[in-house]
């Protein structure tokens, strides 16, 4: 396995950043977050998720052991309980941390938006055959190709319990036309087998940023027991446009309760609540499917 260079040297060289991530297609950037609240919110999904008895009895509740058959998003199991984790304020409040914005305004060079979509994943060992398969996000987020994407680990995620890996460079082969595939998206692209793979063991507080042609699937869970908690932020620069569909709840085509208005009701007082509407000059439109 190929290590992810770890790029926390260079954030006080812009130019530097911006030019790895140009280069390479990411940056993996270390104890970004504050780790008390990583785990926090690591903390209140797995509370979920032992009400739904998705955890073993008797286990170290903060590892995430299980001994249940693997679940995947959008099972009929699934979907009440990640309706439960969207209703979270940590959960939604984690993408707006000072730390990451200003990486983010560093890269764009001028004031970013975070999407309000936060996607969450809860991957379940003995399923590897059923994981998110290499794709490019941009057929899912469309917008502006410069949008960003910001993989964070919930907990730490050594390299047998997966976590992401990516092509390196692969970005720079332009959007590449999927097919259909099992797992999370639906959709896979045709690997380059020149280019590498790179991974890396993860901790608390650590994120993993990338462009969105950069080719990237999830790492194979080898474990027997252990769940992988993660989520995906999306940003990009307020000049740039962003797709409408992105200021809904992730899995909002499923309906109730996948609405802002009942996700958000215990704490609609909060400055998370509806961030967006504190953005006047934001840019939407609705971007056609063309690749199906």
Avoid at 83 to 96: D, P, S, Y
Avoid at 138 to 147: A, E, H, L, P, Y
Avoid at 190 to 202: A, K, T
Avoid at 214 to 228: C, F, G, M, V, Y
């Amino acid at each position: 396995m190929k290590f992810f260079k770890e790029s926390n040297n260079l954030l006080k060289d812009p130019s530097g950043l911006r030019k790895r991530l140009r280069d390479d297609g990411y940056l993996f950037l270390r104890s970004i977050l504050p780790k008390e609240e990583v785990l926090n919110l690591r903390y209140q999904i797995l509370e979920i998720c032992e009400e739904a008895g998705w955890l073993r009895q008797g286990s170290n509740f903060i590892d995430g052991q299980t001994d249940r058959p693997p679940i995947t998003e959008r099972d009929d199991e699934y979907v009440p309980v990640y309706a439960k984790i969207q209703a979270l304020e940590a959960f939604h409040r984690l993408k707006l941390n000072k730390n990451i914005i200003s990486i983010m305004e560093t890269i764009f060079q001028e004031s970013v938006f975070p999407f309000p979509s936060t996607i969450g994943r809860i991957a379940f060992p003995r399923n590897n055959e059923r994981a998110t398969p290499p794709h490019q996000d941009w057929i899912f987020v469309r917008g502006s190709v410069d949008t960003l994407s910001c993989w964070v680990p919930l907990g730490d995620i050594p390299s047998e319990v997966g976590g992401l890996k990516l092509l390196e460079r692969s970005h720079k082969a332009g959007f590449l036309g999927p097919r259909p595939s099992a797992g999370p998206g639906g959709r896979t692209v045709n690997v380059d087998p020149s280019l590498e793979w790179v991974q890396s063991d993860y901790s608390s507080g650590d994120i993993l940023i990338f462009k969105m042609l950069t080719i990237h699937s999830a790492a194979p869970n080898t474990t027997k027991d252990l769940l992988r908690l993660s989520v995906d932020f999306r940003y990009t620069g307020e000049s740039h446009v962003i797709d409408e569909e992105w200021l809904l709840p992730h899995f909002y085509d499923l309906g109730e309760p996948f609405r802002w208005e009942i996700l958000e009701k215990e704490w609609c007082d909060s400055p998370t609540a509806h961030y967006w509407d504190r953005f006047p000059n934001l840019k939407t439109q609705k971007h056609e499917i063309f690749w199906e």
